[in-house]
């Protein structure tokens, strides 16, 4: 009979929905404790509700990713609170997506600031504390965006493949004992296309999301990553619909 793997202190953002919300439930309940972050506390606590109910450990902290403070303030105090933590699941993104011409600058940035910047923030965050701890695991949720762009979702690529890019530099930089995964979604069910308010663009995702899988496939992937032995790093997974081509 195999041996359990330890129960870890794992934090994800953007947990409110979607792929963070499938996340804290699967990680739950495999026996770890999950401290959750996103903007939405009525959500959050509906979560942690949620995880409780079945017998999961789970907190809520509010979180803004493109807030460097509130990033650092929420991974300090799990720190505190658990005398470590184990893993980050920066999951956090929008995805407000329009063609160039439509010049929707302010999503612009707000793409730039929680896909790019929220990113970093948590990695300067949590990378001192894997360092002393000679321990620890960064998963990025990034995108198929970041290995292909489509009409109205240049901006969202370009964030994405920075996501992809900031991340593999990470890895590469970082002491073998602290893992790095990417994780490269297709298309999921979630509420990211509810943030896209130019038309043409709304109507164009309407088809694309038309086989989305479940935002519990994703929670699936990054309970592989982290469930492996010390020794195993899953550096990048690509997962989609197997009619997304």
Known sequence: MSTPAPSKVVLITGASSGIGRATALRLAREGHRVVLGARR???????????????????????????????????????????????????????????????????????????VRGLLHGIAAALPHFQRQHSGHFVTVASIGAHQVVPTAAVYCATKYAAWAVTEGLRLELEPAIRVTT????????????????????????????????????????SYAIGQPPEVDVNEIVIRPTRQR
């Open 183 to 222: 994780l490269s979604p297709g298309v999921v069910e979630s509420e990211l296309a509810d943030s896209i308010s130019d038309p043409r663009a709304r109507e164009a995702m309407r088809t694309y999301r038309a086989d989305a899988i479940p935002a519990s496939s994703i929670a699936d992937a990054v």
């Open 41 to 115: 506390q009525e959500r959050l606590a509906e979560v942690v509700d949620e995880i409780a109910a079945t017998g999961g450990t789970a907190e809520a902290c509010r979180l803004d990713v493109s807030d460097r403070a509130s990033v650092a303030a929420f991974v300090d105090t799990a720190v505190e609170r658990h005398g470590r933590i184990d893993v980050l699941v920066s999951n956090a993104g929008v995805m407000p997506l329009s063609r160039l011409d439509a010049l929707l600058t302010d999503e612009w940035d707000r793409m730039i600031d929680v896909n």
